[in-house]
């Protein structure tokens, strides 16, 4: 391919192979909307995604990529003979394999008779970004000279523990020290089109643990109470934090445990409490609060208790922020992609998978996957097919780009 022609969009679109790869997405739709259904189908939550690894990992060697599991858990994948060394750099398509909730049996996966739907858990994130990953793949099989002459190779990888306490665990261990770190990372994650992730919102968890003497409610009554106390905790933090911050910010109790009967005075609660914000250090100072809060709560369930209780704050995660120039080429492609597919997508902050090369100074964005979808993260989860093709046609152009990006 000349290099004028790899310049452009355009002309990448209209090169030998690359033209029916595009079309291809549209002719298989019905196999790729089957794959998804198959791979929401085997559960996955966070740190047991082994199962759903072991099948994606199939599906790779079916397609002729030469695939394995890393220490990590991760299933990478490489076109056969281009597996990545150091110094040999490469681009990484990623898509996470956990979800938040999980299927307990197939059939908690479903098909609106209504609309065509996709209904159950994790069938938008990131039943989409790995059904994503399985086109890609069999696209290459389909026409196995595409962007053969490009200086870069591809690395489709299927990640592990991206979803609440994985941290990030599966994308740390691809990006750690003197690994075979890949030159840029483009992340699927969800539906849709219509954003690109290029600003990594920083977070940090927490878990606050209270304990004490126990009883019974109604002999021991005036002891230390385990739940009171945390519940004050709670109530102290949302008062001293404002709900409306600038930059933005935002905090979350997700989880609240304690206690074994009605009737008796728990020994011990717990809660998991999720920071967020723009800012590094307002995340920080948001950190400093809880502690006050939690020792003011057990200052005040102390006070005149005839046994005590005792906390402690123990963080759990914590995931870096960080930037991409608006400069990089990585960014420069998918919006040259966009434009020539007509696609207007808003430059956005999230936590992603994005979050771990882009604080390390490595490019990265995390995009859709195409289709529709909503409700992640709740029992209402859906996703709607109807458009992926779109999103895939832009997924496949970014990578096309992005592998030749050595040239220029």
Known sequence: MPLAAIESVAGLARAAGVREALEWFRKERAWINEQHLKICRVAAPTFLEEKRAAYIQERFREFGW?????????????????????????VAITAHLDTVLAPRVPEDISISAQD???????????GAGLAGLLALARVWSEFPDLFADAPLAPMLVANVGEEGEGNLSGMRFLCRPHAARPKAFLILDGPATEHITCRALGSRRFEVIVSGPGGHSWSDHGAGNAVHALSRAIANFTAAVPREQ???????????????????????????????????????????????????????????ATGRVNAKVKEIGNR????????APILEAVRAVDQFLGIRAQLDCSSTDANIPLSLG?????????????????????FHPEGRELGLRRILLTVGMLLHSDRK
Request: net charge negative; hydrophobic share 35%.
């Open 362 to 382: 490595l490019e990265a964005i995390s995009i859709g996957a195409g289709g529709a979808g909503g409700g992640a993260h709740t029992p209402g989860e859906w």
């Open 320 to 327: 870096p922020g960080g930037e991409l120039a608006m400069d």
């Open 66 to 90: 030469d695939a394995w599991t890393d220490r990590a858990g991760n299933v990478v994948a490489v076109l056969p003979g281009r597996r990545l060394r150091s110094g040999d750099a490469g």
């Open 246 to 304: 600038s930059p933005r910010s935002s905090f979350n109790f997700g989880l609240i445990q304690g206690g074994t009967s009605i009737n008796s005075i728990p020994v011990e609660a717990r809660a998991k409490v999720d920071l967020r914000s723009e800012d590094p250090s307002m995340m920080d100072r948001m950190a400093v609060l809880l502690q006050s809060a939690v020792d003011r709560a057990i200052e005040s369930e102390n006070n005149g």
């Open 116 to 126: 065509g739907s996709f209904l159950g858990p994790g069938v938008g994130d990131n």
